[in-house]
Each structure stands twice: as C-alpha cells, then as structure tokens.
C-alpha cells in the first residue's frame, strides 16, 4: 500500500544500463524491465528503483544520498563484488549498531553494505 510521504522509489545513473543489469542481476538477484533504450526499472531489491542512462555517478563526496544494502555476511558480499570486477571504495569498518563497506558499482555509483554482525 502506498503512503504519502514515503519512499517509495529511487533513480540512479548509469553510462551502461547493460552492465549495470548484469551485475546487479548476478551479485543480488534484481531483476529488470526496460522502458527504452535510456531506462531499466529494478525489482526484487528492497525498493523499487530504476537506472537512466547518464554519464554521471553518484558519490557520497559529491553530495548525493548513499544508498545501503543489507547483509549477514559482509566478507562474503565484498568478495563477490571484488570477484564482479568492482572497486570497494571504503573497506569494511566498524560503527554502532554494526558495520559496512561501500563500494563503486561498475558505472562508478558508490553505495555501501551493512550487517549487524
């Protein structure tokens, strides 16, 4: 059900959206629906979202929000996103509440990972 005032969907840039689709496609499972040849919309995330075709890249220096997955086993995510072809941007570390890394996607958006573990 949708509520007003809530997120309800995020858009991020990508110079390549097949690319993109391959490797969030491999490394967690969303899914795609292409509505052209500038836009992918993504399920199966968490939150619904898509990917326009643009040179730019968001990076929390840059000043854009940082989008954050979640999982139970961070050195196991770092090492398929090394094993993708990725860069990880800030290496694992610690903060109350858990800890997280983040890394650049291959069209150079940076986001993190959490656990609780």
């Not at 490394?27 to 990917?51: H, R, V």
């Not at 090492?79 to 150079?108: M, T």
Request: avoid cysteine.
């Amino acid at each position: 059900m949708l509520e007003a005032g809530k997120i309800n969907y995020i858009e991020l840039p990508a110079k390549d959206l097949n690319q993109v689709k391959r490797f969030y496609n491999e490394l967690f499972g969303w899914t795609f629906t292409d509505y052209g040849p500038e836009y992918t919309a993504f399920s199966d995330s968490g939150l619904e979202g898509g990917f326009y075709l643009a040179d730019r890249r968001n990076r929390v220096s840059d000043g854009s929000a940082l989008v954050v997955l979640y999982s139970d086993n961070l050195e196991r995510e770092k090492q398929k996103i090394i094993n993708e072809g990725a860069e990880i941007s800030v290496d694992i570390f610690s903060f109350p509440g858990g800890r997280r890394f983040h890394f650049l996607d291959p069209n150079g958006n940076e986001l993190a990972i959490w656990s609780e573990k």
